[in-house]
């Protein structure tokens, strides 16, 4: 019984462990969809700020 249950122990833990790593790369995965995001909003603001002469973000610079 011993064994069993060490084994259903170790299975549950492996388990475990591939969630933790699979959130871990989704966190990652998230984080640098962010950073694209980030970048194509900002490029779209420079973008829209240029053409239309206004400071939409009030950042005191259009573009």
């Known amino acids: 019984m011993g ?16 969630k933790a790593e699979s959130l871990e790369q989704r966190v990652a995965d998230l984080e ?3 950073e694209t995001t980030k970048d194509l909003l900002l490029r779209t603001l420079r973008i829209l700020e240029e053409r239309s002469g206004q400071d939409i973000n009030n950042d005191g610079v259009i573009g």
Do not use: R, V
Not at 3 to 18: H, N, R, T, Y
């Open 3 to 18: 064994l069993f249950w060490d084994l259903i122990q170790q299975s549950e833990i492996e388990k475990q462990k591939g």
């Open 32 to 34: 640098q969809e962010l």
